[in-house]
Nanobody
Framework: QVQLVESGGGLVQAGGSLRLSCAASTVIDSISVGWYRQTPGKARELVVR???????HHADSVKGRFTISRDNAKNTIYLQMNSLKSEDTGVYYC??????????WGQGTQVTVSS
């Protein structure tokens, strides 16, 4: 069973930065990876994803502020979040879709941005 373990969440003031990490128990260098977030009462939403071919797809609300990256040697996915806003508060989840179209989620990490 593939496991994804997120870390790096916490409390930060508006305008600050955080870097989330997601360690995968499987090889990630040829699969689609991404970050999602969820706030109470709302559906989980895409934040940013690396799609096939290496391109990225960002939610409009995070363009220019959030960057996804991957370290294939460490099987780790990162989310660098800059210029954080209170509306970025939520639980952030790592997601991968393997070559057999099986989808896996991490347990989530809480990000709280104080205004």
């Amino acid at each position: 069973q593939v496991q994804l373990v997120e870390s790096g969440g916490g409390l930060v003031q508006a305008g600050g930065s955080l870097r989330l990490s997601c360690a995968a128990s499987t090889v990630i260098d040829s699969i689609s990876v991404g970050w999602y977030r969820q706030t109470p009462g709302k559906a989980r939403e895409l934040v940013v994803r690396i799609i096939s071919g290496g391109g990225t797809h960002h939610a409009d609300s995070v363009k220019g502020r959030f960057t996804i990256s991957r370290d294939n040697a460490k099987n780790t996915i990162y989310l660098q979040m800059n210029s954080l806003k209170s509306e970025d508060t939520g639980v952030y989840y790592c997601n991968i879709v393997d070559t057999f179209w099986r989808e896996y989620w991490g347990q989530g990490t809480q990000v709280t941005v104080s205004s």
